[in-house]
């Protein structure tokens, strides 16, 4: 196993070991770069995989404390994990690209009350590294991989689709196996995928790139190190980081580069908590961006009580999708599109998200009839708004003595007619096919973190350039989903993968030019 003195300033720190951060060690590692990867979270085996999603969560999740304001959940649960892979152990693996008019929501999208900018660069520039990227993640109906057997949920969904005229109706886009795949067998619709993958068909970090890094012999994992403060010299350059041990001891790592990535939240936390008197506002906030225009999809899911049996549990829980409503095309009433997924919940999770409240024979009622449940979870744009962001609490700290982050969330308006226009797809999809009833149901929680140090051809409208580079540090990069402008109606792991693979390979030729 490689180590690397804690005192060797030539390494590259990755923070963070999930889509972004795992996927661009790995990267750097094959090019024979030096990395430090620190990941709070420990490191899980096969053998504890289970499929209990509340034992898992135990595992997994990110439960440090988390403060939600406005929309979102005092409580704040988010759909992010503190483990080696990130939330590429808990995600359900939907990989679709984004569409050449979501990369330019300021010039497409005719809306108001929104701090929108469009991306420095477009979807032509990101196809290659799109592509790249459904290669390394073994995507379904790419590479020459078959779509993913549909499973009944994605079934029921595709006749219903079908029933009101929709043609972009697919199980391809995937990052599931749907044939053994780089060294993984073929998925075995085993169901509950956010349980993690205890079979490796559904691609994590976990199992594929940090291992490969290993093989290199240019990678060195730290699990269960978080990452305190980024520290700079006089000049303002990055020189390394302080992270806290697995005792809790603090150490000191130097660095030559360091690639941030631990999700939109922690990433901006950690950006503001190292603040100091060159930069008093926070590392590379001096235009005051870092933490703003926090993004995380409009979300809508609905249940709908089928004349038969479903099982709708069993198989992938997001095994495919229906695109046709990601179009640009403002006479729905909003802007944007949405993307309508299959879904499959626990009985618990049917009684928390779908029957939130209620008790007694509805509830009875509703989880005697499980099996007869078919699901979607639909996911729309989220326009970018500054009020929407990450902010230090002013005295709650934690275990380590730094500030709690502080997440304040609201809707903009937008999302009202979307989720109306959203709701009345999937009743008219489920009742197609015989539905006895559809029960639609709001998420409070955050799913899809995005935004608060995102890029920008302006240095005074963001965080980073179209490479990730801060602008103001020019050794310090931004390398997961915090550096997106928008959030498209996509899921995003797709995109924050191609997206690392382009920044290791400016980074590479950076290094090699001397211009790190």
Known sequence: MTVFEKSDDSVVVVIGSGAGGGVLANELAQAGIDVVCLEAGSRLTYDDIVNDERAMDKKMTW???????????????????????????????????MSAHEFRPKTTYALSRTSAIDWPLSLADLEPYYERA??????????????????????????????????????????INSAPYDGRPACQQIGFCK???????????????????????????????????????????????LYADEKGVVQRQRARVVCVAGNAIETARLLLNSASPLYPDGLANGAGHVGKNYLKHVVLGALGFMPGDVHFFRGAQQGGHIADEQRYDETRGFAGGYQIESAGFSPLAVARIGFSGKWGAELSTALEDYTKIAATFITGEDPAQSTNGVRLHETQK???????????????????????????????????????RVVPFGVDMATHNLGTCRMSTDPDDGVCNAWGRAHEVENLYISDGSQSPSSGSVNPTLTIVALAIRQAEHIRGALASGAL
């Open 134 to 175: 459904e290669a390394k993640m073994g995507v379904s109906g790419t590479n020459g991989l078959p779509p993913l057997p549909m499973n009944n949920n994605m079934k029921v969904l595709a006749a219903g689709a079908r029933k009101l005229g929709y043609k972009h109706v697919t199980s391809t886009g995937v990052a």
């Open 63 to 97: 439960h440090d404390q988390r403060i939600g304001e406005g929309l979102l959940n005092p409580h704040f649960p988010v759909w992010t994990c503190k483990t080696v892979g990130g939330t590429t152990m808990h995600w359900t693996a939907t990989s679709v690209r």
């Open 398 to 436: 934690d275990r380590y003595g730094l500030p709690v982050p502080v997440v304040h969330y609201e809707d903009h308006e937008n999302a009202a007619p979307m989720r109306v226009h959203a709701a009345r797809s999937a009743r008219r999809l489920f009742e197609s096919l015989g539905a006895r």
């Open 195 to 241: 349980s993690g993958c205890v079979i490796g068909a559904k691609w994590s970090t976990l199992y594929t790139e940090i291992p490969k890094a290993e093989d290199t012999g240019h990678f060195e994992l730290r699990p269960d190190s978080m990452v305190l403060k980024i520290e700079h010299d006089a000049a303002g350059k990055v020189s390394g980081v």
